[in-house]
């Protein structure tokens, strides 16, 4: 019953967190920042507004995007196969590659480009976090990987990988090239308006509920932890946007494949051999 | 139960175009996003994308070169939408009046709501210009909902008929009478 209530809530969860980065990223700035419900007032702007349909396929494949990864979400909360969820995410992220190409908007395209780019930079680590917990817990069910004892320590090379995942996935500096406002217009979101934006405006929240609960699940069952890690990365994610400029993507590839995917072997050798 | 409504200009997006300013006034608006004056505690971002925005910052005397720029990024703002001139020169082409490259201002091509004067301007200038465009962006988002009716027969000159003021929204119609 709770998984149920949490499912249908996520989208509003995620408001409440993204309400709460911006205003924290604006206290960090010393700026006073917009309330904490603003991303709500954001939606219901949207209502109103006129929207434009640049053909359809491009808004159904944008909803499409949301629906995919509200039950990629769904998923981890049920507690399903991890490996699943991981190619269920990959495949909202077409859907919104799609949409990006199937319009003639150039910028549209370079941030498809982008984004594929950036899948091509962390899939993989997320797929070694799969493989880590498997070795780890023998199944790749959430649900088995949550009754454990926390992998924090066992999976702690994995873990920073995947600290290096969190700012691409959530579009924050320095690895915030696939969106780039200002440069490219926002990337693949840039033909959307009106109440097919909100669509994208939600997904963006889902991403952040997305990458939080993946994160949870090094604490295991220490609820305690779990949360300590949620506050201290959600921290550490804002410090660095704020402090760091934006990097361009081949620099991204090198230093996320680079150093991330070494970190990820690494930690995989180890788990096998030791 | 609570009104709802009264949030619809909680939430502004604008963008900001420079139509052949001469940078004193973008830099100003700058400023005023920025930590010291702050207009993102107003909800105010600004997104660079005229699909998703509500409000249009323009500066500058439009230029010959800048004016086709000007009218597309206004047709593919969506409604309701404000336009707010800033600076001298695009209220009234300032020190460019009457120059051969120069347009005399914004309101030549897209109709303006809020004029914001000074040069350069002060960034509380633009922080009263911005929090008076709410007020009308509100206005026009109740304005859309209003029904169009028509109220009287079109008239017939000389062979041509005039449907001029036969459909009005309906608030008018009282107004009128």
């Known amino acids: 019953m709770i998984e149920i209530l949490l499912i249908v809530c996520a989208p509003l969860i995620g408001g409440l967190i993204y309400g709460l980065e911006r205003k924290m990223r604006a206290r960090m700035q010393n700026r006073q920042g917009p309330p904490l419900l603003q991303p709500f007032y954001d939606m219901w702007k949207l209502i109103d507004k006129q929207a434009f349909i640049i053909n359809p396929y491009h808004t159904i494949l944008g909803m499409m995007h949301f629906i995919s990864l509200w039950m990629v979400v769904a998923f981890i909360i049920l507690g399903e196969n991890l490996l699943y969820v991981i190619f269920l995410h990959l495949l909202s992220s077409i859907f919104l590659i799609l949409a990006g190409f199937s319009v003639k908007s150039i910028y549209s395209h370079i941030g498809s480009n982008r984004e594929l780019l950036a899948i091509l930079a962390y899939e993989p680590i997320l797929i070694m976090l799969g493989v880590g917990f498997f070795i780890l817990n023998g199944s790749f069910d959430i649900s088995v990987i949550r009754e454990n004892s926390p992998a924090l320590a066992s999976l702690f090379l994995l873990f920073l990988a995947f600290l290096m995942l969190i700012p691409i996935k959530l579009k924050k500096s320095p690895f915030d090239a696939s969106e780039a406002h200002q440069e490219i217009v926002g990337g693949v979101e840039i033909e959307f308006s009106g109440v097919f934006f909100e669509f994208l405006y939600m997904a963006k929240w889902l991403e952040y509920i997305f990458i939080y609960l993946l994160l949870m699940l090094f604490a295991g069952d220490n609820i305690l932890l779990g949360t300590g890690l949620f506050a201290i990365v959600f921290f550490l994610v804002n410090l660095v946007d704020n402090a760091t400029a934006r990097i361009k993507m081949s620099h991204l590839l090198k230093i996320v494949l680079g150093i991330g995917l070494t970190l990820g072997m690494c930690n995989l050798i180890g788990l096998s051999y030791v | ?177």
């Not at chain 2, 910052?57 to 593919?76: A, D, F, K």
């Not at chain 2, 800033?86 to 091509?109: K, Q």
Request: net charge neutral; aromatic share 8%.
């Open chain 2, 1 to 177: 139960m609570f009104n709802l409504k009264k949030y619809r200009k909680k939430s502004p997006w604008i963008l900001h175009y420079n139509a052949g300013s001469c940078n004193g006034c973008d830099i100003e608006i700058l400023a005023s996003l920025a930590p010291k004056y702050d207009l993102e505690r107003f909800g105010v971002v600004n997104t660079g994308n005229p699909k998703q925005s509500d409000i249009f910052l323009v500066t500058g005397p439009v230029t010959l070169r800048s004016r086709e720029r000007l009218v597309e990024l206004y047709m593919q703002m969506p409604e309701p939408k404000v336009v707010v001139a800033v600076g001298s020169c695009s209220c009234t082409g300032g020190v460019f009046r009457d120059m051969y490259n120069v347009e005399d201002g914004v309101d030549r091509y897209i109709p303006v709501d809020v004029y914001i004067p000074g040069c350069a301007v002060s960034p509380e200038l633009i922080i009263d210009g911005l929090v008076q465009g709410l007020e009308i962006l509100e206005q026009k988002t109740k304005e859309m909902e209003k029904p169009l009716k028509l109220f009287k027969e079109s008239t017939c000159e000389e062979g041509i008929v005039n449907r001029r003021d036969t459909a009005l929204k309906v608030g008018k119609i009282d107004e009128k009478n």
